[in-house]
């Protein structure tokens, strides 16, 4: 059984008051998410990755397809108490304290108040809140309102946790906790399924990404295996370097770019079509050190970037208007 | 029924904290200060006037409490987004609208209870200023029970007037909330005038127009018996039970409305 | 800084005060005084407009009726009018049919002689029946409106039917029917006015209108100490063959033991030509009533 599985999960939106006019937010997304994974759904802001998330949690209705959480229809009652959902830029309510809130959530699990209180408070532990959590919410800063988030999204030991951009508002101490709490999730065996428009948080964690550009699925797969073949080139850092043996490879095409990093020390930019172990060789000969030695894959910006250039521009239904 | 309670719980704190409870302070300053004020301006006979005004506070209060947390109810939490979060949870949306519903109600009750209670406080220390002949005039004692009775038709209309924001607030902005609900509760107050309708105008069609929105709009005239309870005219019993069916089923017909809209809504 | 500020509002809040005083001084909004406009005259857009809240509305316009009558009471203006009391009323009884204080208050101001009231009895009549339509059974209506007939009207019959009719109905005191009794058979005596005003009195449930029914009940004893006075007078003159031109004659006649004072402690006047007694012109009890067996 999948932890999350769509079929062809489309989403229209009517906009404008008085013609209003389709907009396609998601369009025919199949997905399956396999327990136990952790799974980046990335792309750009306005890609439809929050739409997926609002689908998934059954705040908006489909206008076609549909979605299965472990098994069951999203929306019925009896699967939300075995997942777990931060919406993006998590708001909630300002006169209740940190504590309060996640004891009213807590309590809609039907969990008995010392139950409710022992979570709450180890959990309060966990995502980093001392003593604020006795502060009323409206009190609290973004990244502070992030971690409450994220902490009502764990509240249950939920098998599946939906995260929809939770690095955000995060400083780096903050991000490197949330990709740890991540990871824990995955070595108790939860599915994590995360949205993200940074591409670091992506690499350093997942197992599995989809790529949705414009509503529309673009790739989905094995990170490695979606950016491997897309290896463009090899960055070969290396020192003492003259001048000489370096104009002399860079005039017969075996360098693209060179910059210096310090005295004879260079970050030299290979092209695709040259072998790096003879380029290398070819300067070693010449008196130079290798320091490193790394592939140039293109990044998901660029593949972003380029996705988004290929997609139509129009994103109605195309009847024109 | 654990989850409405719950949703409840949490509606009624946060008003708590977001200082509602202050219109006590206020309505007991306006009782107090106007029970002096009264006994200055008026030749005697002032128990009558804090009696009028004490339930006319209790109403203005509780109404305007109504109206401005109902219409925000529901709307504050989506265009703040804590409903994301929280309907995540194990809660379906009719368990949502209902404990909403039953926060408010909660928070009106508590109000209520304590405005009538520093109501009779007054009346009794009016009591204890005024001569044995002057007692012996009135038509009803100073803390007559007897107006728990008006009160409790207060209650039942401010109510009704919980449901009617509560719905719209399920589709429509605070604005346009509060102007739809107070339109309604002032129409409802003008309901004796369309059932006779036919006496001021020539057409049919815009007699029985007329007639069909009488029967439709809420008939909030029907709560009001503040002067029958002040004078110590009789209120039979069937006239407190029929008006109490009446805002109950009123009550249903709205939060079914309700939770139908909510149902079907999408939270872009 | 904040001292500068706190000058700055100091000297702001000192200037809001000072207009308001030359507003004050100036006697309000240009055009007539807010007092003597009533903007709805008609008592039902009245009850249509106050929604649920007419009984508060009501108390609004009855305080409104008594600071007009009670402002225009104090007032030195020889043309004053009491030309809004009646329709003040009349909206206060719309708004709330049972308001029963200001039928019965009303209803004294209403009929009360100039300077101090408008001595409209028939109004006062009228404001009472609304309120006895409202509350058919109400005995105290109908003892004011045989008040009115009795006090102001000199209309006996009309008095003792009404306080007949107040006799009948449920709640009555008992003192009622002797009253209708006594008003009929001597109606307009000392006695019968002594009865009544004593039961104003003891039955006031305001402070003015029970210094009101002592100042009639000390006019009712003047009147009878003149009028024993004036016996004494003519006895002297009976005994002595002159009438006395002082009292001082009288007492050393052996007549009275000193000055006689009426209940106000003033000296009583005498005429020494036609012997008529009087109050000095400074009592506060007068002027006494004119008695209609004494009317000239």
Known sequence: ?321 | MQVVRHVALSVFKESVRDRVLYSLVAFATLLIGASYLIGQLTAGQDVKIIKDLGLAAIAIFGLFIAVFIGIGLVWKEVERRSIYSLLSKPIRRHEFILGKYAGLALTLLVNVAMMTAAFYVVLAYMNTQASDALRAVWPAPAADPGMLRAVALIVLELLLVTAIALFFSTFSSPFLSAALTFGLWVAGHFNADLRNFEVVVESKTAAYLARGIYYVLPNFAAFDIKAQVVNALPVPPTYLLLAAAYALVYIALLLTGAVLVFSRRDFK | MTRRAAVLLVLLLGSVLGLQAVHERRSGPPGGTAESLLYVRSPEAMKRMALSYHSLLADVYWIRAVQHYGGTRLSTDPTKQYDLLYPLLDITTSLDPHFRIAYLFGSVFLAEEPPGGPGRSDLAVALLQKGLRAQPDKWEYAQAIGFVHYWWDQDYMQAAAWFRRAAEMPNAPNWMAPLAAVTLAQGGNRASSRRLWQEVLNNAEADWLRVQARFRLRQLDAMDQITALEALIEEYARRVGTRPRTWADVVQAGFLPGVPLDPDRFPYQLDPASGAVTLDRKSTINPLPIESSRRR
């Open chain 1, 1 to 321: 059984m999948d932890a999350i599985r769509t079929e062809a999960l489309t989403k229209h939106y009517r906009v404008g008051f008085w013609r209003p006019r389709p907009y396609v937010a998601l369009d025919a997304l199949t997905l399956e998410v396999r327990q136990g994974e952790v799974f980046g759904f990335l792309g750009p802001n306005g890609a439809g990755k929050t739409t997926t998330l609002k689908l998934l949690m059954q705040l908006i209705y489909p206008t076609s397809g549909r979605a299965e959480i472990l098994g069951r229809p999203v929306g019925d009652v009896a699967v939300r108490r075995r997942i777990g959902y931060l919406p993006e830029n998590p708001y909630f309510y300002d006169y209740l304290t940190a504590e309060e809130l996640l004891d009213y959530f807590a309590s809609l699990f039907g969990y008995a108040a010392a139950e409710r209180r022992r979570r709450v408070a180890s959990l309060l532990d966990e995502v980093g809140i001392g003593a604020e959590r006795r502060l009323q919410l409206r009190k609290f800063s973004k990244g502070m309102l992030q971690r409450v988030g994220i902490a009502q999204a764990i509240l249950n030991d939920p098998e599946v946790v939906f995260f929809d951009e939770p690095m955000s508002g995060l400083d780096p101490l903050g991000r490197r906790e949330v990709r740890q709490l991540i990871l824990r999730l995955r070595d108790r065996g939860g599915t994590v399924f995360f949205s993200s428009h940074v591409l670091s948080d992506a690499e350093t964690l997942c197992s599995r990404v989809a790529i949705l550009a414009e509503g529309r699925l673009v790739a989905s797969g094995h990170l490695s295996n979606l950016l491997a073949f897309q290896v463009r080139g090899w960055e070969l850092v290396v020192t003492g370097l003259t001048e000489a043996a370096l104009e002399r490879a860079t005039t017969l095409g075996h360098i693209a770019r060179a910059t210096p990093l310090g005295a004879q020390h260079y970050a030299l930019e290979l092209p695709i079509t040259v072998a790096p172990d003879g380029v290398l060789s070819e300067l070693t000969a010449c008196g130079a050190r290798l320091v490193s030695l790394t592939p140039v894959r293109e990044t998901l910006e660029d593949y972003f970037v380029r996705q988004v250039a290929d997609a139509p521009r129009e994103r109605g239904l195309g009847t024109g208007t």
